[in-house]
């Protein structure tokens, strides 16, 4: 679609998940546009998200908030959303909350993952999300169900709200700035699936990737 025409433009940061992208766009809502921010990758991400007709964004500087902070730069709708492009979040899932920011019920809406299958959170993932939600409730008095890793909010007060992390360290920081600007934030159950078939984690594909997010995430809350 036109994304001048657009009521949200959806951020999408990729590092090698070409194997994902195909059913990741075919579910997004009418009326939101995909910007792919390329985050190095060498399985032609970049070239697969323009086949289908996504605006793609190339960050070389390699980190989670590196490529959410492109994708945000480059968004032009006045709602901005932000969705793993792995696969195991389905876009069509975004309008409630896109609705929730709209009305203003809440300055950011973010998705609570609900698992569709055994198997599919793993065990050390689940359980780093929540010692980082635990010690976010101490610091901020913020009580969450997730790490926000759906969410939908204003472009403009996402900007202004200056998260500065460009690595894993980024959600984290998102919500201990959000809590303390004292944004309202609107929680919607969402699906979890499995991540396309050809693609890795790079925080729960693994015990090692998992313990290095934990590291961001503690550094930021610190």
């Known amino acids: 679609m036109d994304r001048r025409a657009a009521i949200c433009d959806v951020v999408l940061p990729c590092r090698d998940e070409a194997a994902a992208l195909p059913t990741v766009l075919a579910g997004l809502p009418e009326g939101y546009a995909a910007i792919v921010v390329d985050n190095g990758s060498s399985d032609g991400t970049g070239e697969v998200a323009r086949s289908l007709a996504a605006t793609v964004v190339r960050e070389d500087r390699i980190g989670y908030g590196a490529a959410v902070h492109a994708g945000v730069l480059a968004a032009t709708a006045e709602l901005v959303a932000v969705v793993d492009g792995d696969g195991s979040m389905d876009l069509a899932d975004l309008p409630p909350l896109t609705e929730l920011v709209r009305r203003g019920e809440a300055t950011m809406a973010v998705g609570r993952r609900r698992p569709t299958g055994r198997g599919v959170w793993p065990w050390h993932a689940r359980l780093g999300t929540r010692l980082v939600l635990r010690r976010l409730r101490r610091v901020s ?69 998992t313990v290095r997010a934990a590291r961001d995430f503690a550094r930021v809350t610190s």
């Open 141 to 209: 008095g913020l009580a969450l169900g997730d790490l926000a890793p759906m969410r939908v909010c204003r472009r403009g007060d996402l900007i202004a709200l200056d998260v500065r992390d460009r690595r894993f360290g980024y959600p984290v920081e998102l919500m201990l700035r959000a809590a303390r600007t004292g944004w309202s934030i609107g929680e919607v159950d969402i699906a979890y699936r499995p991540r396309a078939a050809g693609t890795r984690s790079k925080v729960s594909g693994s015990l090692r990737g």
